[in-house]
């Protein structure tokens, strides 16, 4: 129920909220630089919160202390934030960023149950950065008769799988190749995967390369053994991790550090300094 009530949060509603959205962009990006540390997945606790009849005030979100530009995903969270069906920003992560560009993966919980993940443009200015759309995920039909490959990664315990990225492997949409690899380095590591194929981008950010998200063939990693991957505290298990996916196949390992020089399958850049993206062939 949740991803498709995500659904019906249509681009129309969205755009109405993006003006408003955008004067948090505009901002000088304070609350980025005093945000509090937390290992939480983006979102901290406000001591002022009062209960409500739907349960606790929902929590801000707030960048982790290391992101290379917290104002930018502080934006985007508020955008999100302000949407009539959510709740709460729980997640944040880099789909691009190129200056003065940038597309943010934006997840959160929806006040009546579920979720789902929204693809954010953000434009900078001298300002800071403004909101020029927020579009959800689509809703999905998953499959009458999943297969046993399908079922193991959904009632796995040591995979979390954001409502947007459950819905794309029910509905059969990640390759075998995919979810073999997940299962894999959850065999090692607590792994939450942040994007599968649902809201990632067409195309590489900044280029006219079809990425190989939406062919179902690439996960990204977010939080390994609870830890975020932005959390320098995390390199080791970051590393570790990478390794054993690009044991599992995998032609395209990025993260924050190039294991190797750029001299086989693995790389880093600014987009992702915050998570873990491991990519099959076609």
């Not at 609350?31 to 979102?43: C, H, N, Y």
């Not at 944040?92 to 149950?113: C, K, M």
């Not at 927020?134 to 979390?160: E, H, M, Y």
Request: hydrophobic share 40%; glycine share 10%; charged share 20%.
């Amino acid at each position: 129920m949740g991803p498709e009530r995500g659904a019906r949060t249509t681009v129309g509603t969205v755009l109405l909220i993006v003006a408003l959205a955008s004067l948090v962009g505009c901002s000088s990006g304070t609350d980025a630089a005093t945000a509090p540390a937390t290992t939480d997945i983006g979102a901290t606790s406000d001591p002022s919160d009062t209960t409500t009849p739907r349960g606790p005030r929902p929590t801000r979100y707030q960048p982790f202390p290391s992101e290379i530009d917290g104002a930018a995903k502080l934006a985007a969270a508020r955008a999100v934030e302000a949407l009539p069906d959510v709740r709460q920003v729980t997640y944040t992560q880099y789909f691009g960023y190129l200056p003065p560009n940038a597309s943010i993966l934006v997840e959160a919980d929806f006040v009546d149950g579920g979720g789902t993940t929204y693809d954010v443009r953000l434009s900078q200015s001298p300002q800071g950065w403004r909101i020029d759309s927020v579009l959800p995920a689509t809703a999905i039909p998953p499959l009458q008769n999943p297969g046993a490959l399908i079922r193991r990664v959904l009632t796995s315990d040591r995979i979390t799988l954001p409502w947007a990225g459950r819905v794309d492997v029910a509905a059969g949409l990640v390759s075998d190749a995919v979810l073999r690899s997940m299962l894999a380095v959850a065999e090692r590591h607590r792994i939450d995967v942040s994007v599968l194929v649902s809201a990632h981008p067409v195309q590489v950010f900044g280029t006219d390369r079809r990425s190989n998200h939406p062919d179902g063939l690439a996960y990204d990693v977010g939080s390994i053994d609870g830890r975020l991957v932005v959390d320098p505290a995390a390199a080791g298990l970051v590393r570790q991790v990478m390794r054993i996916a690009a044991g599992t196949g995998a032609r395209q390992v990025g993260g924050p550090d190039d294991l190797d020089g750029g001299d086989s399958q693995y790389f880093s850049d600014p987009t992702h300094s915050d998570h873990v993206h491991v990519g099959f062939d076609r």
